[in-house]
């Protein structure tokens, strides 16, 4: 059975960074691809950012493009999300979850994704 725990979440102020990590278990870590979405308060869940399997292309939500990047060890079975230059509206709770069918097409649509993290806290204070 596949399970996701996300660390690396935390308090901190407008500028700073952030490493987020998920740590993949119960299957074969290649075969998934994995993306980030977030979730503030009273809002919607967004996509992040997504690593394809195997080849491990990228994609990024326009908030994400130039600030976050998204890679993965598949030797640790963990996906990293390196998040630069804080913002406060980067405040949520991130989650990961992975995919094992899905397409460059469908990496920001969440519904797609099998499996899914319990989240971690990112807050970012002005």
């Known amino acids: 059975q596949v399970q996701l725990v996300e660390s690396g979440g935390g308090l901190v102020q407008a500028g700073d960074n952030l490493r987020l990590s998920c740590a993949f278990s119960?299957?074969?870590?290649?075969?998934?691809?994995i993306g980030w979405f977030r979730q503030a308060p009273g809002l919607e869940r967004e996509f992040v950012a997504a690593i394809k399997r195997y080849g491990g292309d990228t994609a990024y939500a326009d908030s994400a493009k130039g600030r976050f990047t998204i890679s993965r060890d598949n030797a640790k079975n963990t996906v990293y999300l390196q998040m630069n230059s804080l913002r406060p509206d980067d405040t949520a709770v991130y989650y990961c979850?992975?995919?094992?069918?899905?397409?460059?097409?469908?990496?920001?649509?969440?519904?797609?994704?099998?499996?899914w993290g319990q989240g971690t806290q990112v807050t970012v204070s002005s």
């Open positions: 979850a992975a995919g094992s069918g899905l397409i460059t097409s469908t990496l920001r649509i969440g519904a797609q994704y099998d499996h």
């Open positions: 119960g299957d074969t870590f290649r075969r998934y691809s």
